[in-house]
């Protein structure tokens, strides 16, 4: 029922730019808090972006900031990460996350996003 899926991942060089997509459903998506994270061969699962739930407020891993951008449109049930400026160690399996207010966790299956020459 509940259902997040991911798109637009892909090959990049370094210094290209992605935009991916996240698709909600099967839960109320305007009382969840939204989030990326990313998960890179050998390393632990981080947060990389959030979205509050009117979309007003952002906030970003310091490694990412000022060269991505998170948004959401609670009409289209959706979220989008946009990518500029990518570097090799931006290199990962992307996640959408969706936090629920009693702190229920609901999780896609992940777009892959290489950074190569």
């Known amino acids: 029922q509940v259902r997040l899926v991911e798109s637009g991942g892909g090959l990049v060089q370094p210094g290209g730019s992605l935009r991916l997509s996240c698709a909600a459903s099967g839960f109320t998506f305007s009382v969840a808090l939204m989030n990326w994270y990313r998960q890179a061969p050998g390393k632990e699962r981080e947060l990389v972006a959030s979205v509050s739930r009117a979309g007003g407020n952002t906030n970003y891993a310091d490694s990412v900031k000022g060269r991505f951008a998170i948004s959401r449109d609670n009409a289209k049930n959706a979220i989008w990460l946009q990518m500029n400026s990518l570097q090799p160690e931006d290199a990962a399996v992307y996640y959408c996350?969706?936090?629920?207010?009693?702190?229920?966790?609901?999780w896609g299956q992940g777009t892959r996003v290489t950074v190569s020459s």
């Open positions: 996350n969706a936090y629920l207010p009693y702190g229920d966790n609901y």
